[in-house]
Every structure is written in C-alpha cells, then in structure tokens.
C-alpha cells in the first residue's frame, strides 16, 4: 500500500525562509520537482504584495545558486531556482527514504508537505529522520487506509479489527493520529459500538476514551444542554453521509468549546454501510472571531446610529470589555483648555470604576498618544493612576485622530496578544468614525441652531427697525425695543438701564415675565452691583459685553437674583450709542449664553447704534418742537482743542455760524473768523487732531468763512449727540463760550459729566428756563418736520450755511456734494424738494395767521 501524508515543517527546512518572510501575506507554492546530479530544480510559485522585496531575499539566500524569474499571462510570478542542499535538508531526508514530495507550499509561518509514502515503515522512517534533525516533523492527516470486505480495517502489519486501541500496531498510522488536534472516530452504523477514537478526544473532551468503550453515547453527556437534543436526533443522518454539526461542550474544568463534527460511511462491496467515520474539530476559535467580529460589526452600527460622542464613547469602552475581556477601558476627549484631555467613558470588568480625573500635561502616555497620532504603551507605574479599585498592571492607548484617545488596560501580564491588539485596534477606527460622524452632525446642528437664532435676531432687529423709523419719541423707542425682545423666547427678560450712584442702576424701560420686573416703573432705582459694573464696562468700551458667571457671582445683587430665579444664566450689555454718547444699555437676560458668539455679538452692537441714533434723533427733534426749553451756558478752556488753540495762537475770535451733521461720528462747522489771514488759518487747520477737512468759503488777509469738518469728542459734538440746539458758540483768547438749548425733560446732571469726560476743561457756568413762542417755533417746525427728511434739512442747512443762496453765490452745488460725498444732481435733487416744502409749510402757516 501507499501512505499519503500532509505534514507541517519550519520554515527554515528550505533555504528560502528569509524571502517567505518578507511580509505576512508572502505564499510560495512548490510545484512538482525534478532531481538531478547537481541537486533540486523545484519551480515556484510566488504570490506577494512587495514582489521586489522577495526576489532581493532571494537572490541573497546562501543556498539559492539561480533564479530565473517570469510572470505568466495570468499575472502569476514564477521562479525556476536550483540550489544545494545537506543531508539534513528535508530534501535530503525525502531522497534518502524514498519519500516523494507531490506538492508543498510556504508561509511566514510554516512549510507543508503533501508527501507520498511506498508504505507505512517508510513513512515512520521518514518522520524518525525529521525529528533526530530537529525539523519538528507536525502531522495533520494520512489517507489511503485499506478496508477489508467485512468492514474491517486492516493495518500494514496485522489484521486485527477496530477498538480504541486500534492502528497501535501500526506506527504510521499511531504516530499521525497521536499527533493531530482534531479528533478521529469510528463507530457501527448503529452507534452501539465506537470502534475507534483517537487520544485528541481525552483533550478536547475532558473524558477518558475507556468509556466510549462501555457508553458509545457518552460524549454526548458534555454537550450543550441548549445543543444536546439537536445533536441526538442527527445522529441518524450519519450513516447517510449527510452529518455535519456544530455544538457547544461543557469540559469538567468548566470551559465551554465550540465542536465540528463531520461523518462519512464506510461500505462493503454491495454498498451496505458497515462503518461510519468522522473527525470532529474544535472551533472554538473560530467561533470566538465570529462572534467578536459580529460584536464589532453591532457596535459599529450602533455607533453610527448614536447622536452624541459620549453615546458613542459609552459604546466603545462596553464592547472593549464585554467583548475583548479587558480590565478598564476609558475614552478621552480634547478639554475646553489647550493641553487637557476629560473623560467621556469608561468601564471596568465586573467593577464600578472612579470618576476618572482629567489629564493635564504633556508628560504621559495619553498625551503623546493624542499629540502622535500613534499607539502608546505603559505599565503599572502609569497603570495605578487609572480610577480601578483592583490594579491594572499594563495597558496602551489609541488615539482617536483629532477627537481623542481610547486606554486598554489590564490586570494580566499576557492578555495582550495578536489576536487581542488586532481586534483592539479595529474598535479604534469604528470608535472614530462614530466620533466624527457625531462631531459632524453636531457641528451641523449647532449650524443649524445658530442660523436660526440669527434668523430670528434678524427678524426681531427688522421689527424694531420699522417701529423705531415711525416713532418719533425716546420712551416710545424704548418701550418698543423692550417689548420686542421680551416676547423671543430666546430671551427671559430686556431692560433699558443707566448707571445712577453707587452700585444702583436706573431703569428707563424693562419688559419680561418676573414679577419683580413687571412691578418696576420708568426711572426706579435699584441695587444690582453685578449689572452696574456691566454698564460701565460696556460704556466705557462701547461694546457689546457678555456676563456668562453671573450665578458664580456673590454680590450680584437682589435685583439680579430674581433673574436668576427664572433661569437666568447670563447677562448681554448692548451699549445705545451714537458717536461718543451713549443713551443708555441695553440688558439681554438669557437661559443660554451658548449661542451668542462673535457674530451675534457684532449684529446686537450695530442694532445699539441704531437704535442710539434714533434716540438722539428723537431727541434733537424734542429740543426743536418743544415750546419749553432749558438753555446752559458753558466755558470751555481747553488749549488742546483747535479752535481754542487758534484763538489764543492768532488772538483771533471765531464765532459758530451754523453746523450741520454729515453722519453719526462727524459734523459739519461754518465758522466765522476775525484777525487770522485765511491762507494761515487752513494750512494751521491741516493735520490738526479732530480737523478731517476744511474750505475756504470767504477769505482774506483779515479771515473770512470757513467750513470744517470736524470728528471726535468736541463739547459741541456732545451736545448735539443729546438733541441739543446750538445757539451761539466762540472762541476768543483760548477762551470758548457756548450756549445751547435742550428739552426742558432731559436731565442735566448726564450731559454734563458726559461733557466734562469729552472736555475736562468745560463748566457749567449758567442754567435757564426758556418759554418759545408756540406758533413760531413748535407749529411752524413740526410741520416742516413732517414734510423733510433728514437728509434734506442738512443739505438745505449746509446751503444756507456756505453761501449757496447769496450772489454771487459763495458756495456751488459741487461745493456741497463733495461736504456730502455726493453728486452735484443729488444735492440739487434735495435742495429742490427741501424749498418746495420749505414754502409749502410757510404759505400754510401765513393762512393759519392770517385765518387766527
């Protein structure tokens, strides 16, 4: 008879070990040989990712004396190598007992020889060799067992019949079924007889083989109870060939191992089933990978069906130990501060780990990890700083790209091996991409989130815009824009407030849900520390301020704590401004300070100047309709100004004829001068603080009329900013006098602090109460008022002003466009509509005279 036989050899039994390993995924195929004088021509076939790395170990291998390489049609590569062998080569050994090598192929980690045998004492021989060569000769399988008519199996050397000791006589046959994992059966078709097994069954089952002798049904006591009767009923299908199960049994130990059990029948000359065979095969391995790749694939999809990343985390470290069997497992994320990483997750086998602290610094593992990108390993020294009550003795980190990094760790020595890392590893990526998908969808959302706030901001500043343009008083401006802020949910509460004494605060308007705000009138008092020093540093900026610690805040104030009382969690300050005065702050009470980022911020700033300019509108048009007015007198003696400058330089006076504002932070001065040459007066005026332009209207040796655009924190700009009318105003020996009128209502006290900060030299030197004449003054204006825009009134002033209308005129309509930045048709545009209103109301008003 003949023996075939599979065996599994080192790698280095063949000179070209080192070019096997060259990468894991390297397979060489032996093909048939050929023996000649000089030694072995074997062909190869070769299948590699780095085929260039190959053929270099190759060629460098001692024993290799050529190679010809070429690729088939295929793509396959093929290399025809001859080289010299010893007698302890296995090619030697194969030669020296008769043993013919039929196929082989080549692994990093092994060869495997399929190997034919003239008889079974040959094949003993053979495999003795291998050992006293130390080539660890690893038997898998041997076929061509001869079976006698009566079912019987017979061996080389005798014909005894099939037990559990059978093939003992048989060394082949006892050496290879000893040495293979998986285990050998034979039974009756009947199962009342187990004719054979093999000593793998004493290791796989837990159970000696003497009994199968006795109990041919005994193996079936370690199965599953879960599997048993499945297992029993299939029995039947043995003899059919049709056998092929998986089961679970229980070792004495109290392990639990997953079994293959495959059967084929054995028949006479006449067909009749005489014996049936089987091997059964412990996949508990393969089992194992099957289930933690199913586990893995589970958690990858809950992952990206989470919505957070701690969801995703809390995910992450289960799998880690459930499916893994580590001790701890953690996921850190970067922290609010540079340098830190916080805990989102963590989990421990079978404990309930501490609250894990940050980790902050550069000087551990998690942070070079994090920083690197690449794993990192630590030991018990790092290990102990991790929250488990038992100690983790080693562990490494993963990092998690930009979102973080996930920690393994583990009590045992050896729990981190290939299969362990490679799995591990596996969980990281899933673990990021659930991370980045989460991060990306909350990053859209909170983009979403703050498109719609600044949606609804848009539409609330829209609002008050079109209330704002249709009233025409200060309270009905404050009251509109509290009103409106009031009933945004986004927001618990909006006041209008200025500073009074102390740490008191005015409120001017308010309007909200709390009682206490509700039960405030216009002008009331109140103690709010917290909120006066908001007011003052976002009026003294002129900024838009956000107070997101107010409840970490001890003197807040009692004012402040019925706020918080309603869920209040920050405060937002709009300064009410145009140009350097400021009307007043707008307070924001809100439940979420998240969402009032930069852009929020610079769109609530630009809604305070509008609305600031609007009260100064307002304001000014109070002073002119009013038929009671209160007129201050100041004196200004400030050398850094330039008009006072002028006049004590040259010893000139200057005297204002008229101004007119070009837009919010400049005006337009029409100054007459006396005893300065007018060539002297605009090459001084050049370059001079707070001067951006001047022209010469009239001019000569002795001074003439000047037009001068003026920007920064003149007494008069301060004035005109709080509605002020401007009566007279000079200059004369460094010394400046002004008089100006405001609406009888206004309080005094504000504008003039606001006065003294823009000009430390002015005093308050004279306060008066005016009564005007109510036809001249409040009918007449109003009703001009009503027909002009505000643009018209300042290009008809500035008409007026520079001479447009004397003749010859002093003053052209170019004049005037280039003082407006305009064309010379927009401003004769104005100046036509602004007259025909300005003689529609004056013809008007003579009929109602001449009517009275």
């Given at each position: 008879m003949t023996v075939d036989v599979r065996i599994g050899l080192p790698t280095d039994t063949v000179g070209i070990a080192d070019a096997v390993a060259v990468g894991e995924s390297t397979r060489v195929e032996l093909e048939p040989c050929v023996y000649t004088d000089g030694g072995l021509t074997p062909y190869l076939r070769v299948e590699t990712d780095d085929p260039d790395a190959f053929d270099t170990a190759l060629r460098a291998d001692r024993a290799v004396e050529t190679a010809r390489r070429h690729r088939d049609d295929d793509g396959t590569v093929r290399y025809r190598v001859t080289w010299s062998f010893d007698e302890t080569d296995v090619f030697s050994l194969l030669r020296g007992h008769g043993v013919v090598l039929q196929r082989a192929h080549a692994t990093a980690c092994e060869w495997v020889f399929q190997l034919r045998a003239p008889d079974s004492a040959a094949l003993t021989d053979f495999l003795d060799a291998c050992r006293d060569a130390d080539l660890s000769p690893r038997v898998y399988r041997s076929e061509g067992v001869d079976c006698r008519a009566d079912g019987t199996v017979a061996t080389a050397d005798d014909g005894t019949t099939g037990s559990p000791g059978a093939f003992e006589g048989d060394p082949p046959f006892r050496q290879i079924l000893d040495n293979i994992e998986e285990v050998v059966w034979m039974s009756d078709p009947d199962k009342e007889e187990i004719i054979y097994v093999n000593p793998a069954y004493e290791a796989v089952w837990g159970q000696p083989r003497e009994r199968l002798s006795e109990e041919p049904l005994a193996f079936l006591d370690a199965v599953h109870p879960e599997d048993r009767a499945r297992v029993r009923s299939s029995l039947d299908r043995q003899p059919t060939g049709e056998y092929d199960e998986e089961y679970r049994i229980r070792r004495p130990d109290g392990t639990t191992r997953w079994i293959r059990d495959r059967a084929v029948s054995i028949t006479d000359d006449e067909g009749n089933v005489v014996r049936v065979a089987g091997i059964a095969e412990d996949i508990t391995e393969r089992k194992e990978r099957e289930q933690l790749?199913?586990?893995?694939?589970?958690?990858?999809?809950?992952?990206?069906?989470?919505?957070?990343?701690?969801?995703?985390?809390?995910?992450?470290?289960?799998?880690?130990?459930?499916?893994?069997?580590?001790?701890?497992?953690?996921?850190?994320?970067?922290?609010?501060?540079?340098?830190?990483?916080?805990?989102?997750?963590?989990?421990?086998?079978?404990?309930?780990?501490?609250?894990?602290?940050?980790?902050?610094?550069?000087?551990?593992?998690?942070?070079?990890?994090?920083?690197?990108?690449?794993?990192?390993?630590?030991?018990?020294?790092?290990?102990?700083?991790?929250?488990?009550?038992?100690?983790?003795?080693?562990?490494?980190?993963?990092?998690?790209?930009?979102?973080?990094?996930?920690?393994?760790?583990?009590?045992?020595?050896?729990?981190?091996?290939?299969?362990?890392?490679?799995?591990?590893?596996?969980?990281?990526?899933?673990?990021?991409?659930?991370?980045?998908?989460?991060?990306?969808?909350?990053?859209?959302?909170?983009?979403?989130?703050?498109?719609?706030?600044?949606?609804?901001?848009?539409?609330?500043?829209?609002?008050?815009?079109?209330?704002?343009?249709?009233?025409?008083?200060?309270?009905?401006?404050?009251?509109?824009?509290?009103?409106?802020?009031?009933?945004?949910?986004?927001?618990?509460?909006?006041?209008?407030?200025?500073?009074?004494?102390?740490?008191?605060?005015?409120?001017?308007?308010?309007?909200?849900?709390?009682?206490?705000?509700?039960?405030?009138?216009?002008?009331?008092?109140?103690?709010?520390?917290?909120?006066?020093?908001?007011?003052?540093?976002?009026?003294?900026?002129?900024?838009?301020?956000?107070?997101?610690?107010?409840?970490?805040?001890?003197?807040?104030?009692?004012?402040?704590?019925?706020?918080?009382?309603?869920?209040?969690?920050?405060?937002?300050?709009?300064?009410?401004?145009?140009?350097?005065?400021?009307?007043?702050?707008?307070?924001?009470?809100?439940?979420?300070?998240?969402?009032?980022?930069?852009?929020?911020?610079?769109?609530?700033?630009?809604?305070?100047?509008?609305?600031?300019?609007?009260?100064?509108?307002a304001e000014t048009r109070k002073t002119l309709l009013t038929d009671t007015a209160t007129e201050l007198e100041f004196e200004v003696d400030d050398a850094e100004m330039f008009f006072h400058a002028i006049s004590a330089e040259f010893d000139c006076r200057l005297d204002l004829e008229g101004l007119v504002p070009a837009d919010s932070d400049q005006l337009v001065f029409y100054v007459d001068v006396e005893g300065v040459p007018a060539e002297r007066l605009v090459e001084r005026a050049e370059g001079a603080p707070g001067i951006t332009s001047v022209r010469t209207i009239t001019g000569g040796t002795d001074g003439g009329l000047f037009e001068f655009h003026v920007v920064g924190g003149s007494a008069i700009q301060v004035l005109a900013a709080y509605g002020a009318t401007i009566r007279s105003a000079s200059a004369d020996g460094g010394v400046a006098r002004i008089v100006a009128e405001i609406a009888s209502d206004i309080e005094v006290r504000p504008l003039v602090s606001t006065l003294e900060d823009a000009c430390p030299g002015a005093t308050l030197v004279r306060k008066s109460e005016l009564d005007r004449p109510v036809r001249t003054v409040q009918q007449f204006r109003e009703s001009l008022a009503d027909r002009l825009t505000d643009r018209q009134v300042d290009v008809l002033h500035s008409a007026y002003l520079s001479g447009y209308f004397e003749w010859p005129r002093e003053s052209t309509a170019e004049d005037i466009a280039a003082s407006f930045d305009v064309s010379s048709s927009t401003i004769h545009f104005h100046l036509r509509n602004a007259l025909r209103a300005l003689l529609e109301t004056y013809y008007e008003e003579d009929r109602y005279r001449t009517e009275a």
């Open positions: 790749r199913r586990t893995l694939n589970e958690a990858a999809q809950a992952m990206l069906g989470a919505t957070t990343s701690q969801a995703v985390a809390e995910i992450s470290v289960e799998t880690a130990i459930d499916a893994l069997g580590l001790t701890f497992a953690c996921v850190y994320v970067p922290g609010e501060e540079d340098g830190t990483l916080r805990p989102i997750a963590c989990a421990a086998d079978g404990e309930t780990p501490d609250d894990p602290a940050a980790v902050t610094g550069l000087e551990n593992p998690l942070w070079e990890s994090f920083a690197s990108g690449q794993s990192t390993a630590f030991d018990a020294s790092f290990a102990h700083r991790l929250p488990v009550p038992s100690r983790v003795q080693r562990g490494w980190v993963e990092a998690l790209g930009e979102y973080g990094v996930l920690v393994f760790a583990t009590r045992s020595e050896t729990a981190f091996d290939d299969r362990t890392d490679r799995y591990a590893g596996i969980l990281t990526a899933i673990t990021e991409v659930g991370l980045g998908q989460t991060e990306r969808e909350a990053r859209l959302e909170r983009q979403n989130e703050r498109l719609s706030d600044l949606s609804r901001l848009n539409a609330v500043i829209r609002d008050i815009n079109t209330e704002v343009a249709a009233t025409t008083n200060r309270d009905a401006i404050e009251h509109n824009v509290c009103e409106r802020f009031a009933v945004e949910e986004s927001y618990l509460a909006a006041c209008i407030c200025d500073r009074s004494s102390g740490d008191s605060v005015r409120v001017r308007r308010r309007a909200g849900t709390t009682e206490s705000q509700t039960d405030l009138d216009g002008g009331d008092h109140v103690d709010a520390p917290l909120i006066s020093d908001l007011i003052d540093t976002a009026t003294a900026t002129g900024t838009v301020r956000v107070d997101r610690d107010a409840d970490a805040r001890g003197d807040a104030g009692s004012w402040y704590d019925t706020f918080r009382d309603a869920g209040c969690r920050a405060v937002v300050a709009v300064p009410l401004t145009s140009g350097n005065v400021a009307y007043g702050v707008l307070l924001l009470f809100i439940d979420d300070p998240s969402v009032f980022d930069e852009e929020f911020l610079t769109v609530l700033g630009e809604l305070g100047q509008m609305i600031g300019r609007a009260i100064r509108a």
